[in-house]
C-alpha cells in the first residue's frame, strides 16, 4: 500500500489520537458485514499509521512496494478514488468566493 | 451629481441589490461607487429616509477622500451634502416597514444585534431573518445569537443549522440534510435546506430529486455559481454532458472522474516521454489524489516514476527532467534536496540513494517532530549519505556538496565538519561517526567508518581501534571487528589484547586463515616478550601455541624463534647449532626466511642469547646460500624471503663484506625472481640493490616483457634509478612517460610508485611532484609532503 494517509483521508501530520479517530469512523462507515474489502482497505492503512513506530516503519522500509509504475500509479488512482469525500459547505462558499 | 440615466451593464439592479451594494462599497472604502449606487437607488423609487444614513456615511467619507487629495473645497461641499442626510442614524430606531433596508445601511458586523434589539418591540421580518441566515451561515457567525430573545423561532432555527453545518462542512450532505429536517417550510433557513438535499441527491446521482429541491431556491441564493451547476446537471439529459461534468468539478472541487483523468495524463505522458506534460501532470494528479499533502504524494510517484526508467519505459534525463517540472514550487525541504543532489550526483546508481535519501528526509520531518525522536530515522540518512559521499569517487565536488547537505537537512554541528581542511573523507568520517552514535546497531555505518578511517593517513590507531570496538560489540557473531581489532593490537605491541580478540574471532570463523596467522604473530609477540624478560618457560609455551596454528606461510618464522629460544635454555646448544638442527630438512626458503628472522631477532631484539662473531658470520651464510638455492628450486618463494629482507640486513650494510655478499644475493635475486613478485621487491631493490646492477635487470624485463602496465612501472623505477644515479631524467620525458599511462592502468603504476620510499620521492622533486600531481596521489602527498 502506497498512500495509507489517502486512504484514511489524513494529513501526513495527523497525530494518533486524529488517525485513530478516522479509523473508528470508517470501520463504522465500511463495517466488515456490509463492506469486506473496504473494512480490509482501512484496517491495512490503519496498522500502518497507528502508532509512531508503525509510520516509522511504513515510512522507511521502502517507498514502494509495487513491481512496475503502472502497478503504482494504478494503487494510487484506487486508493484516491476509494478515500474520495465530496466538498462540504464551508469549499463551496469559499469557492464562491472566488 | 450622479446620472441616473445611465445605463448600467450588469452589476445590481434592484433596490435591494443596489442598497446592499452601496454599503459594500463603501465598507470596502470606494465612497464615491457607494454614492452612484444610492443615487440610483434613490432614482427608482427607495425613500431617502431609508438612504439617509447611508448617504450620511458615504459623504462624509467622500469627504476624508478628497481632503486627503488636497482638494479642501470638494470636501467641504461633501461634508456639508452629509448633514443634509442628517447624523449616522445610531439614535434612529428602524420600523417594522424598512427594517430590511436599515439593516442593509447597517456593518455587517452589527446587523444580527440591531435585528435583535428590534425584535424586542416589533414583530419578525421574514425577508430580513432570510439575508441575516444567510449572514449567519457564510459567516458563522453563531455566537451573535445569543443577543436574540430566548423564545424566538429565528434562534432557534439557527440553532438547528448550527448543528448541521458539521457534517455539511465535512461533506456529508445526506446527514447534514437529515439534521435540517425540524426547520418548518417558512424557516428562514429554508433555502439552505434544499440546497443540502439538491447536493445530497446530487452525489447520489438522483438527478430528479437535484430538481426537485431546487424548485424554491430564489435566484439570489448565496451560492449562485453552485446551485447554476446543479440546476444545468439536473436538466433532462444533463447528466451525460461533459460541460456540466467538469463545471461541477471544477467548481466543487476535485472527483472521481477527475483523479482518473489524471491518472490517462500521466500514463499517456510517460509512454510519449512528454517530460513537460509529465511534470505538470506529476502536480496535478498528487493533488488529486491527495489534496491535504500533495507533496508527499508527489514524492511517491517520483519515486514511482523510477519504476519505469528501470523497466525503461523512461530515459533517465526525462525522468530527472520531469521530477524539475513537477516540483518547481520547490514546496518541501526535501523536494529541495531531492532536485540540489541530482545536479551534483547525477551518475549511475545514485539514484536509489537520492530517491531513499528524499523519502528518509521527508519520513522525519513528518513522522518526527521532536528532535530526539528523530535518532533512528536521521542515522539511516547519516549512512546513507555518506555511502554516496564515499563512493562517488569525485573528493572535491562531494566535500561542500556534503557540507551543503548537512546544510540543508539542518541539523547538523558545521563546526566539526569545517575542522577538516578540504578533506572530503574527513566530512564523510564525521558523517558516519554521528550516525553509528545514534543508530549503534547500524553494521554497514560500522563499516563504512573503519574503512574510512583505515585509509586516512596518517593513520590513527587509537581512533581506529576504538571504532573497531565499537563495531565489535554493535555487530556481535562478525569475525571481522575483531581481527582488525588483533592486528591493531600486535601493532603496538598488546599482544595479551590481541589474543584476546582472536579467541573472539576464533569463536565466530575458526577457520579464517587470517584468524591463524595472527594467532601465530600474537604468540610470536608473546614469546619474543617474554624471551627478552629472561621469561622462557612461559616464551616456549607461547612458541608451541603458535606451533599448534601454524601454517606453511608462518612455519620459518616460528622455527626460527623455536631456535632461539631452544639456544636460550640453560645448556641448550648455540644459536647457530639450535638453527641448523630446527631447520634440518627445511624448504630452502624457509631456511632463508628463518635465518632472516635470526639475523634480525639478534640485531636488533635485546635476547638472552649470544651469538659468537663466526656463529654470525656462518649465519649470513647460511642465509646466502638458502637463497642461491630459493633462486635454483623455488624462485616463486624469493619475494616472500626477501621483501624483509633490508630490514635484517640494514644494519649491517656498511660491512664490507656483508656488502660483497648482499651484491652477489642481489644479482642473483633480481634475475630469478619472477615477473608478477618483481614489483615486491624493487622498491627494496632501487634502496639497498646496486644501481647498475638494478638498471640492468630492469632494462633485460622490459625487452622481455609484452605487458604494457609491467613495462611503464618498470619505466618509473627505471626513471627512478636513473635519477638516483645523478643522471638528468628530464622532467618533460618524465611527464610524457606519465602522461602515456592510460586511466585504466593507473592503479598498478600508481601503487608502484607509491612503493617507493621518502628519500628517493623526494629527490624526485620536482619532477615526480609534478607528475603525481597529474593523478592527485594525495597519500604521497601527505606522506612526502610535496605541496
Known amino acids: ?50 502508532d509512531r513506530a508503525a509510520r516509522v516503519q511504513s515510512e522507511l522500509s521502502g517507498p514502494v512496494q509495487c513491481d512496475s509504475f503502472e502497478d503504482a500509479l494504478a494503487e494510487l488512482e484506487r486508493a484516491a478514488n476509494w478515500a474520495w469525500t465530496p466538498p462540504g459547505l464551508r469549499e463551496i462558499c469559499a469557492a464562491e468566493d472566488k | 451629481m450622479g446620472r441616473p440615466n445611465r445605463k448600467r451593464k450588469g452589476g445590481p439592479q434592484t433596490k435591494e441589490e443596489l442598497i446592499r451594494h452601496a454599503g459594500g462599497r463603501l465598507a470596502a472604502g470606494y465612497a464615491k461607487q457607494a454614492l452612484d449606487s444610492l443615487r440610483l437607488a434613490q432614482f427608482k423609487g427607495v425613500p431617502t429616509e431609508h438612504l439617509d444614513q447611508l448617504f450620511h456615511r458615504a459623504y462624509l467619507a467622500r469627504a476624508e477622500e478628497l481632503e486627503a487629495r488636497g482638494l479642501r473645497e470638494e470636501a467641504e461641499s461633501a461634508r456639508k451634502n452629509a448633514a443634509l442626510h442628517g447624523s449616522a442614524g445610531g439614535d434612529r430606531e428602524p420600523t417594522a416597514d424598512d427594517i430590511l433596508p436599515f439593516l442593509h445601511t447597517q456593518p455587517a458586523d452589527s446587523r444580527l444585534a440591531t435585528y435583535a434589539r428590534h425584535l424586542r418591540s416589533n414583530p419578525p421580518s421574514p425577508d430580513a431573518e432570510v439575508m441575516l441566515a444567510d449572514h449567519l451561515v457564510l459567516n458563522r457567525c453563531w455566537e451573535q445569537l445569543d443577543a436574540f430573545p430566548d423564545a424566538c423561532q429565528f434562534r432557534d432555527d439557527a440553532t438547528v443549522m448550527a448543528s448541521a453545518s458539521e457534517p455539511l462542512d465535512r461533506g456529508d450532505w445526506e446527514t447534514g440534510s437529515r439534521a435540517l429536517v425540524p426547520l418548518s417550510p417558512e424557516s428562514a433557513f429554508r433555502h439552505w435546506r434544499a440546497f443540502s438535499v439538491a447536493m445530497a441527491a446530487h452525489i447520489q446521482g438522483d438527478v430528479p430529486a437535484v430538481a ?16 447554476k451547476v446543479l440546476r444545468a446537471n439536473a436538466k433532462p439529459g444533463a447528466a451525460e454532458g461533459m460541460a456540466a461534468r467538469s463545471d461541477m468539478e471544477r467548481l466543487l472541487g ?57 523497466a525503461g519505459q523512461l530515459d533517465e534525463d526525462a525522468y530527472w527532467n520531469a521530477i524539475s517540472r513537477g516540483v518547481s514550487e520547490r514546496e518541501t525541504e526535501c523536494v529541495e534536496f531531492l532536485v540540489y543532489c541530482q545536479s551534483l550526483f547525477k ?30 530515522a536521521r542515522a539511516k540518512i547519516l549512512a546513507k549519505l555518506a555511502e554516496v559521499v564515499h563512493s562517488s569517487g569525485d573528493w572535491i565536488l562531494t566535500y561542500s556538496a556534503a557540507e551543503d547537505i548537512c546544510q540543508i537537512l ?56 576504538s571504532a573497531y570496538e565499537h563495531y565489535a560489540d554493535a555487530v556481535p557473531g562478525d569475525p571481522g571487528p575483531w ?21 573472539k574471532a576464533r569463536g565466530y570463523a575458526s577457520h579464517d586463515r587470517r584468524v591463524s596467522e595472527l594467532m601465530v604473530a600474537a604468540s610470536l609477540l608473546a614469546a619474543k616478550r617474554n624471551l627478552q624478560g629472561g621469561r622462557l618457560a612461559l616464551a616456549l609455551r607461547d612458541l608451541s601455541n603458535a606451533e599448534s596454528v601454524v601454517n606453511p606461510r608462518s612455519e620459518p618464522i616460528v ?21 641448523e638442527r630446527t631447520l634440518d630438512g627445511a624448504s630452502p626458503s624457509a631456511r632463508a626466511k628463518a635465518a632472516c628472522i635470526v639475523w634480525n631477532a639478534i640485531q636488533l631484539i635485546d635476547l638472552p642469547v649470544p651469538i659468537r662473531p663466526k656463529d654470525n658470520y656462518k649465519l649470513l651464510k647460511l642465509f646466502h646460500e638458502a637463497i642461491l638455492d630459493t633462486c635454483k628450486t623455488a ?72 605487458n604494457k602496465t609491467y613495462q611503464r612501472i618498470l619505466l618509473l623505477y627505471s626513471a627512478s634509478v636513473k635519477y638516483l644515479l645523478g643522471e638528468e631524467v628530464g622532467a618533460s620525458r618524465f611527464r610524457k612517460l606519465i602522461n602515456s599511462i592510460p586511466s585504466n592502468e593507473i592503479k598498478p603504476v600508481r601503487a608502484a610508485a607509491e612503493q617507493l620510499s621518502v628519500p628517493v620521492a623526494a629527490r624526485f622533486v620536482p619532477t615526480l611532484a609534478i607528475a603525481l600531481k597529474q593523478f592527485e596521489f594525495d597519500l604521497l602527498d601527505s606522506q612526502w609532503d610535496l605541496f
Not at chain 2, 483 to 503: D, H, V
Request: glycine content about 4%; some cysteine; aromatic content about 6%.
Open chain 1, 1 to 50: 500500500m502506497i498512500c495509507p494517509h489517502v486512504i484514511l483521508g489524513l494529513r501526513c501530520d495527523a497525530d494518533d489520537a486524529e488517525i485513530r479517530q478516522r479509523y473508528l469512523e470508517l470501520v463504522r462507515a465500511h463495517p466488515p458485514s456490509r463492506d469486506p474489502d473496504g473494512f480490509k482497505l482501512v484496517a491495512k492503512a490503519y496498522g500502518m499509521l497507528k
Open chain 2, 212 to 227: 426537485k429541491a431546487l424548485k424554491g431556491l430564489p435566484s439570489d441564493f448565496p451560492l449562485r455559481s453552485a446551485t
Open chain 2, 254 to 310: 476535485v472527483g472521481r472522474r477527475s483523479i482518473s483523468k489524471r491518472a490517462q495524463v500521466v500514463r499517456r505522458a510517460v509512454e510519449e516521454a512528454k517530460t513537460a506534460q509529465l511534470g505538470r501532470a506529476l502536480r496535478e494528479f498528487a493533488k488529486a489524489v491527495d489534496a491535504h499533502s500533495p507533496s508527499v504524494t508527489r514524492l511517491r510517484l517520483i519515486r514511482a516514476l523510477y519504476l519505469a526508467v528501470e
Open chain 2, 347 to 376: 551518475r549511475q546508481g545514485s539514484l536509489d540513494y537520492l530517491t531513499d535519501l528524499a523519502e528518509l528526509f521527508y519520513a522525519i520531518k513528518q513522522a518526527f517532530p521532536d528532535d530526539s525522536d528523530r535518532r533512528v
Open chain 2, 410 to 465: 539542518g541539523d547538523f554541528d558545521f563546526e566539526s565538519v569545517e575542522k577538516y581542511a578540504r578533506s572530503v573523507r574527513s566530512a564523510a568520517i564525521d558523517l558516519l561517526r554521528r550516525s553509528v552514535a545514534e543508530d549503534p546497531a547500524n553494521a554497514a555505518a560500522h563499516k563504512q567508518l573503519v574503512v574510512l578511517l583505515e585509509s586516512r593517513f596518517p593513520r590513527k590507531n587509537s581512533e581506529l581501534i
Open chain 2, 483 to 503: 581481527i582488525a581489532l588483533a592486528e591493531l593490537r600486535l601493532g603496538s605491541n598488546a599482544y595479551r589484547k590481541a589474543e584476546a580478540a582472536l579467541e
Open chain 2, 559 to 579: 622455527l626460527a624463534w623455536k631456535a632461539i629460544a631452544s639456544s636460550a635454555e640453560a645448556k641448550g646448544p648455540s644459536l647457530l647449532a639450535a638453527y
Open chain 2, 635 to 706: 624462485p616463486a618463494d624469493l619475494a616472500d624471503v626477501v621483501e624483509p629482507m633490508p630490514i635484517a640486513f640494514n644494519n649491517v650494510a656498511g660491512t664490507k663484506i656483508v656488502s660483497l655478499l648482499l651484491d652477489d644475493l642481489w644479482d642473483s635475486v633480481l634475475r630469478a625472481v619472477p615477473d608478477r613478485d618483481a614489483l615486491r621487491i624493487f622498491p627494496a631493490a632501487v634502496e639497498f640493490a646496486d644501481l647498475e646492477v638494478l638498471r640492468g635487470e630492469l632494462a633485460r624485463r622490459l625487452t622481455r616483457t609484452q
